[in-house]
């Protein structure tokens, strides 16, 4: 059965799916997760300059890297309030899952504003898959959740990061800092604003599931 054809869920975000003519954001599924350990346990960053801030699941050894990755995608599945919440979804090409890209609310209601978080499987770079995942968790986040703002921050060698950040029209904020394997190490913040979204806003995305799952993150758009 084609992965994005499988049986809902009874919790709501696991049913949200965003596509786009070339991939599909699917909510995390258990199922989904056991098709991406492979990925995870062949290594997702193995070497300089490391992408990610600490703590990070992906940076320990295999099979301490897929047992964390696990737990921290399970907890943070969990962990949903009005004033926390954290979408993760899978990202799947021709019915294959080749990296994650992740929505965060933090006082969602209050501030309208999200952060991202992505990784793609080494052999899925660099083919403008990293751009179009972004575009199309940003349609969902500003689409259908309604958001005023967008964040994102990557450590300054991070090119492909900054680079999608800039290209989807992302304005830069500053830096600020932080450590990657225990070394302290700066990153540029970028912003995008709703209004400068919709200049570049795409009618080509797909979103599924949206609606019911609203009223899980206390989001309430009538407001
Ligand atoms: C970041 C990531 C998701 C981007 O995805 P991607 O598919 O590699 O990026 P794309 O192919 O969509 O490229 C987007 C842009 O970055 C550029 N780019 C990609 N890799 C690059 C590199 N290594 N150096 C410089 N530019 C790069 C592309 O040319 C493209 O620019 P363009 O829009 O002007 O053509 C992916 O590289 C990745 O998983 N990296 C490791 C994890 C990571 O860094 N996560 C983000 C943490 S903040």
Redesign the pocket.
Known sequence: MPATMMTASSYPPLNVQVHTPRLSLLGATDELLERLVPTVRKG??TEAPW???DPMSLYKDSPEREWEWLRKVWAGRGNVSDSYWRLYFVVVVDDQPV?M?DLIGRSFSTFGTVET??????D???????????QAVLHLAFDGLGAREAE????VD???????S??VGYVPNGVCWDTRRGEPAE?TRWRLTHDRWSEGRRDDIELVGVTDCLPVLGIDRSA
Do not use: I, K, T
């Open positions: 997702v960053v992408p990610f801030d990296g890209q978080f992505s990784w793609l499987g080494p899925a770079r660099g083919r403008g898959l990293g751009r179009e995942m972004r994102s921050a990557a450590f991070n090119h492909a990061s900054n680079r999608v800039e290209a990153l």
